[in-house]
Each structure stands twice: as structure tokens, then as C-alpha cells.
T-cell receptor, first 112, second 115 residues
Framework: AQSVTQLGSHVSVSEGALVLLRCNYSSSVPPYLFWYVQYPNQGLQLLLKYTSAATLVKGINGFEAEFKKSETSFHLTKPSAHMSDAAEYFCAVSYRTGKLIFGQGTTLQVKP | DTEVTQTPKHLVMGMTNKKSLKCEQHMGHRAMYWYKQKAKKPPELMFVYSYEKLSINESVPSRFSPECPNSSLLNLHLHALQPEDSALYLC??????????????FGSGTQLSVL
């Protein structure tokens, strides 16, 4: 069965520092992978998605993620954190049936 | 218009009440979803409608009853809920059902409290 694991339920960085949120997937076939962000009291918003076209995927708000098949990883990065990046981040994998399965989430805290 | 609109934003109900959550999108999407999200947890899929027909029911208790009156509207009827049903209920839509690379558009959710 497909699943995703997010390493670290809470990540804290200083403003201007590198953001790295980790996601590993388990799948017998190349999956479709997504990163969503959820701000407080809001729904989820797609940051980026991997659909096999390119291994380095650029998303909104300066985020990007690299698909590494050898490591079964899809980590999310941003070179310089802003205060507005503080939110909950979910990695997700989709099934062929159209079901989207989310990881447990990582809370990103940005310190001034 | 790229929004999914959910009403109400907040709802408090007793265990004997009947209420409904509403969701609307005008993007021409043919798949609509209900998710349940407990605090500090990921969203959990409840139902999927594909071309206005129920295609996935994730073994949700019958006290939750979904309805899709037309391609733009999705309702979730609630009856005899339990306190543990208190959660954020998220509606989402996507352009094509069963498309594995489809982006989901989420509403802001209804925060439900069952007393």
C-alpha cells in the first residue's frame, strides 16, 4: 500500500534560514506526490506536485522539492524562510483510484 | 473563480440535532470530496463524488449522509452525531475524477462542535 512518512512533526527555523521538510514515500510503483500547506483556520493549498515530468519541482511562494527515487524521498525546501511561511505542511501521495493520502504533517515555526 | 466555498464556517450542535454542511464550487470540476480533520492531524477522506455520483465511501458511519444535488454543490447532512465527531470538515474539488495527478482545491472548512 502507498503511504508517506513525514520526519519531524515540528520544525523551527530562524527567519532567513533554509527550510527543509522531509517526506519519504513507500510505493511499489512511481507515485504522484504533493506538498500542501495549511495556514491556521484555513483549508489546504497546493504548493507543488511531482508527476514524473521533472525530478526538481518548483512551486509557489519560493518552495521547491526534489524527487529522489533511490531514496524514496520528496523533501520540501525553501532557501530563505519568511515569517509568513509559518504553517502546517502536508506531504501526500495519490492512489490510482483518485484517493489522496496525507502524511501526518509538519508544523513549521519561523522565529524572528 | 477558483474558490471552494463552505458554509457555515462554525457550527455547534447537540447530539439530537440535524444540520447540514454546504459546499459550492463554480470551476466546472466534476469531482468533489469531503474530508474530516481533527486538530493537529492530517485530513481523512470521507466521501468522493464523481460526476455527481458517490464513488468512494470510506466506511463512514451512517450519521453522516452526503448529497450532491448538482455538479456545483455538495452537502453533508448530519444527524445524531457524537462528541468525537467534532472536527474541521473540509470540502474539496478537482477537475477530473480518478486522475492521480489532479490538484485538489480546498475550502476553508466548517469547524463543527458536537455537545
Amino acid at each position: 500500500a502507498q503511504s508517506v512518512t513525514q520526519l519531524g512533526s515540528h520544525v523551527s527555523v530562524s527567519e532567513g534560514a533554509l527550510v527543509l521538510l522531509r517526506c519519504n514515500y513507500s510505493s511499489s510503483v512511481p507515485p504522484y506526490l504533493f506538498w500542501y500547506v495549511q495556514y491556521p483556520n484555513q483549508g489546504l493549498q497546493l504548493l507543488l506536485k511531482y508527476t514524473s515530468a521533472a525530478t526538481l519541482v518548483k512551486g509557489i511562494n519560493g518552495f521547491e522539492a526534489e524527487f529522489k527515487k533511490s531514496e524514496t524521498s520528496f523533501h520540501l525546501t525553501k532557501p530563505s524562510a519568511h515569517m509568513s511561511d509559518a504553517a502546517e505542511y502536508f506531504c501526500a501521495v495519490s492512489y490510482r483510484t483518485g484517493k489522496l493520502i496525507f502524511g501526518q504533517g509538519t508544523t513549521l515555526q519561523v522565529k524572528p | 473563480d477558483t474558490e471552494v466555498t463552505q458554509t457555515p464556517k462554525h457550527l455547534v450542535m447537540g447530539m439530537t440535532n440535524k444540520k447540514s454542511l454546504k459546499c459550492e464550487q463554480h470551476m466546472g470540476h466534476r469531482a468533489m470530496y469531503w474530508y474530516k480533520q481533527k486538530a493537529k492531524k492530517p485530513p481523512e477522506l470521507m466521501f468522493v463524488y464523481s460526476y455527481e455520483k458517490l464513488s468512494i465511501n470510506e466506511s463512514v458511519p451512517s450519521r453522516f449522509s452526503p448529497e450532491c444535488p448538482n455538479s456545483s454543490l455538495l452537502n453533508l447532512h448530519l444527524h445524531a452525531l457524537q462528541p468525537e465527531d467534532s472536527a474541521l470538515y473540509l470540502c474539496a474539488s478537482s477537475q477530473a475524477p480518478r486522475a492521480t495527478d489532479e490538484k485538489l482545491f480546498f475550502g476553508s472548512g466548517t469547524q463543527l462542535s458536537v455537545l
